[in-house]
């Protein structure tokens, strides 16, 4: 061996594809828990009943469907409290 092989350093590996996917996934993931939150929050102190039917018309759903039925039902479970609750447990 010569000493030029021997002092020869290795060339560097570059596994920044795999990080970057990484680090896409965690911002994405934390995009999306600080939209809930925010969005959560917006919703406080709103008619959620009257939101799912205005949602409904523009979406051109007939607001007397089964889906909006259900909608509607489950959206009268949800209080502020419990929306305050969500936002605030999104940004944690």
Known sequence: MTE????KPHPPRH???????IALYKFAHAALF?????SALKLLHKDL?????????????DPESRLVDFLL???SLVSDPMLK??????FA
Do not use: P, Y
């Not at 030029?4 to 002092?7: G, Y």
């Not at 596994?15 to 996917?21: E, F, R, V």
């Not at 609750?85 to 999104?90: N, P, S, V, Y």
């Open 4 to 7: 030029s092989s021997v002092n």
């Open 15 to 21: 596994h920044h594809g795999g990080l970057l996917l």
């Open 34 to 38: 600080v939209a809930l939150g925010v």
């Open 49 to 61: 009943d009257d939101l799912v039917v205005n949602l409904a018309v523009r979406l051109r759903f």
């Open 73 to 75: 039902e489950k959206a």
């Open 85 to 90: 609750r969500l936002g605030t447990a999104a």
